[in-house]
């Protein structure tokens, strides 16, 4: 990880080399052009070392600025249960608390800078869902290594109720009332989701396929090829929405205000290059993985709002009364290994200098608290246009 930070950071300043070159006046400068070109001539070197060149070739010129565009979609889903007997009852009672927050489908546009697989891209949502997305990604010969970091907010979740209680003032306990229910949920203050995916591939044929010529477009795949491959994932992510005027979603949410979740996954699997004619290319990748660490951390607040939920004058029509919260816990929990699973399909279509791709990704992840179960899913379909320089 540490080589290739080196290699991101040293390659941005490769234009720059002849500007500082003609500015120096001690030297220091010049020594600095000449391990930063010395670099990109290693890199150039290493993107065709070891290949079949009948399979595998690389563009005469090494950098690419690619339009992205594209749809995304992140989708969580919650379970909380609070029984009765929590709160000193003796009785059955329980509600189930089901908040979905899934974004609808959002479009996105931004640019991605390259050398030889080695770049950094940024983009930025359209439409009512705020968000943005940083994408880092390094490629070689039999390795891939891609960073994505989507951070959005929503404010309108979807809530499913469930559960059963008793109406003491009428039929008192022996008609239990059942409570099955969908809508939406308006927050005063958004739920903020921030998400950071890790993937790294190492492909056991890297001599006729390329993972690069699929995803980055700095080499071509000439011929079609297979690889079986191993890899490793690492999720990270937070959902926040510790506000004040939340206290009603989070004494829902069993006190719950802030949910971080790290997971570490391993596999293997298979990708397929075809190349069913000249300047064509599709791809797909499919890998099975163990998740070996899932921790799930949260934090717990109680509120004013709560106390007065439970008191016999209770007024539900006042929407902002009482609604401080104060944080008084946090939880860990360590799950039990878990399967998931990782998924890619790409079209690529070369002709002279520019390109045309088309990707898209699907990522499932389990998760389990004491307090709370769900589940993440995330998936994007994206397009580019890219040339050389």
């Given amino acids: 990880m540490k080589k290739t930070i080196l290699i991101l950071v040293a390659l941005f300043t490769l234009p720059m080399a002849s500007t500082l070159k003609a500015a120096d006046q001690g030297g220091i400068v010049t020594s ?50 609070m029984h009765a007997k929590d709160f000193g009852m003796s009785t059955g009672e329980y509600l189930t608390w089901e908040p979905r927050i899934k974004n609808s ?36 010969g039999s390795y891939g290594i891609n960073m994505r970091i989507h951070s959005f907010e929503e404010s309108t979740p979807m809530v499913h109720l469930g559960g059963f209680y008793y109406d003491r003032d009428n039929d008192g306990l022996s008609n239990p ?51 079986f491959m191993a890899g490793a994932m690492y999720h990270y992510s937070r959902v926040k929405y510790n506000d004040d005027y939340n206290a009603d979603f989070i004494l829902f949410m069993n006190d719950i205000g802030i949910i971080k979740q790290w997971q570490a996954s391993i596999g293997a699997g298979y990708a397929y290059n075809y190349v069913p004619c000249k300047g064509l290319l599709i791809s797909a990748l499919a890998m099975p993985l163990v998740t070996f660490y899932n921790r799930t951390k ?6 004013d709002y ?9 007024d539900e029509t006042d929407l902002f009364l009482g609604r401080h919260i104060n944080e008084y816990s946090t939880a860990s929990r360590h799950s039990h290994v878990t399967l998931n699973f990782d998924a890619r399909l790409s079209l690529t279509y070369q002709f002279d200098r520019f ?6 990704q699907f990522s499932r992840i389990p998760y389990k608290d004491a307090q709370v179960k769900g589940r993440f899913i995330d998936w994007y379909i994206n397009a580019s246009l890219g040339i050389r320089l």
């Fill in 32 to 81: 600095i052009a000449k391990f930063v070109r010395k670099l990109g001539t290693t890199i150039d070197t290493m993107t065709v070392r070891g290949v079949d060149r009948n399979y595998i070739d690389a563009p005469e010129l090494p950098w690419q600025v690619i339009l992205r565009g594209g749809m995304s979609q992140t989708d969580l889903r919650f379970s909380s249960t």
């Fill in 105 to 140: 489908p959002t479009t996105y546009a931004g640019v991605w800078v390259g050398y030889r697989g080695y770049g950094i891209g940024l983009s930025r949502n359209f439409g009512n869902n705020k968000g943005s997305i940083l994408t880092l990604g390094a490629t070689g």
């Fill in 177 to 227: 009332v059942t409570v099955s229910a969908d809508n939406s949920f308006q927050l005063f203050s958004p739920i903020k989701v921030h998400t950071l995916t890790l993937d790294g591939y190492y492909f056991f044929n890297g001599k006729r396929f390329s993972y690069a010529a699929a995803y980055d477009q700095s080499v071509i795949q000439k011929r079609s090829a297979g690889s």
């Fill in 298 to 303: 949260v934090w717990l607040y109680d509120s």
């Fill in 306 to 314: 709560k106390q007065q939920f439970f008191s016999d004058d209770f």
């Fill in 355 to 360: 390109f045309f791709n088309a990707y898209g």
